[in-house]
């Protein structure tokens, strides 16, 4: 089956400019987890949506956004870009089945602010 | 806020050596996920711990979650080449998930 894919791979923006990233989870998965990878940060978690509802979110700003449809597709949102959201979006998918949990990433997307 | 705090930053090994890396939060986590990235590459998973004491193991990988579920650890038994990457660990305390900084290994063949 299909793996998570998110487009754009790459994207350059300006400061000020906003920017839409987008994420197709895997078939039959509803949950959709976004994170940001920066050299200086590491990893860090943006937020996750189950059923179209956000569950969980983590310690950025309120420029970062992001919504899920019915479809199980994720978008997440930044606006006002600064040079600091230059980094990789990752976007993941997980399913719970009894006592297992399962989680996959995609390529992520590049995002580069000038 | 809850801080976790992986080690060692660096390993390298000769292949057939074993690696363990260490994770350590400042609080109790309600679980915790282990992750492996090669180079250029995405995060891929390895496993989620949630009982206190667990142990888990994938092949030459053996995954533990401590008693007071503050940290972990992943040991993998006679490397390989293949194994090589950065591992991280992200604890999840009342849904504020925080991941280590990593631990990047090579291994000399």
């Known amino acids: 089956k299909a793996g998570v894919t998110q487009t754009p791979r790459y994207l350059i923006k300006t400061r000020g400019q906003q920017v839409t990233l987008s994420c197709s989870p895997i078939s039959g998965h509803r949950s959709v987890s976004w994170y940001q990878q920066t050299p200086g940060q590491g990893l860090q978690f943006l937020f996750e949506?189950?059923?179209?509802?956000?569950?969980n979110k983590g310690n950025f700003p309120g420029r970062f956004s992001g919504r899920q449809f019915s479809n199980s597709r994720s978008e997440m949102n930044v606006s006002t870009l600064e040079l600091g959201d230059s980094a990789l979006y990752l976007c993941?998918?997980?399913?719970?089945?009894?006592?297992?949990?399962?989680?996959?990433f995609g390529p992520g997307t590049r995002l580069t602010v000038t | 806020g809850q801080q976790v705090m992986q080690i060692p930053q660096y390993q390298h090994v000769q292949e057939g050596e074993d690696f363990t890396t260490y994770c350590n939060s400042s609080t109790t986590l309600s679980n915790i996920q282990w992750y492996k990235q090669r180079p250029g590459g995405h995060p891929v998973f390895l496993i989620q711990?949630?009982?206190?004491?667990e142990v888990k193991k994938q092949k030459r990988l053996t995954f533990q979650f401590g008693e007071a579920k503050k940290n972990s650890s992943l040991h993998i038994t006679a490397t390989q080449t293949t194994d090589v990457g950065t591992y991280f660990c992200a604890g999840n305390n009342n849904n504020d998930m925080r991941f280590g900084a990593g631990t990047r290994l090579t291994v000399k063949p």
């Open positions: 711990l949630v009982k206190s004491g």
């Open positions: 993941a998918s997980s399913l719970v089945r009894g006592d297992s949990y399962e989680q996959y």
């Open positions: 949506y189950f059923s179209e509802t956000q569950r």
